[in-house]
């Protein structure tokens, strides 16, 4: 399972840094994407990274704002949001690509693990 931590409460402009640690899971085996919901709104996919080269991929809304990053030897996965905005406010999840080892935005269905994200809230 991958488990998503690092979200809080910050101010427009803020900055913050998620984590995604996989355990029972075979982390080199698939690239990982963070996704987001915001309330009313359906799951969308934020960013995502190989494992092979580490080629990551971003939604437009967060391009020049977040950067994904993955430390192998961790099993874990990193995204650093940087001049947060409003918008930006949601519930976010980290789960396997549903292109395995490619990179896909698009939420893995079925996927039973979603767990509870981590929120993250931005003030204006």
């Known amino acids: 399972q991958l488990q998503a931590s690092g979200g809080g409460l910050v101010q427009s402009g803020g900055s913050l840094r998620l984590s995604c640690a996989a355990s029972?899971?075979?982390?080199?085996?698939?690239?990982i994407a963070w996704f987001r919901r915001a309330p009313g709104k359906k799951r969308e996919g934020v960013s995502c990274i190989t494992t092979a080269d580490n080629s990551s991929y971003y939604a437009d809304s967060v391009k020049g704002r977040f950067t994904i990053s993955r430390d192998n030897a961790r099993n874990t996965v990193y995204l650093q949001m940087n001049s947060l905005r409003p918008e930006d406010t949601a519930v976010y999840y980290c789960?396997?690509?549903?292109?395995?080892?490619?990179?896909?935005?698009?939420?893995?269905?079925?996927?039973?693990?979603w767990g509870q994200g981590t929120q993250v809230t931005v003030s204006s």
């Open positions: 789960a396997p690509s549903r292109m395995g080892l490619q990179c896909s935005l698009i939420p893995p269905a079925p996927y039973r693990y």
């Open positions: 029972g899971f075979s982390f080199d085996d698939y690239a």
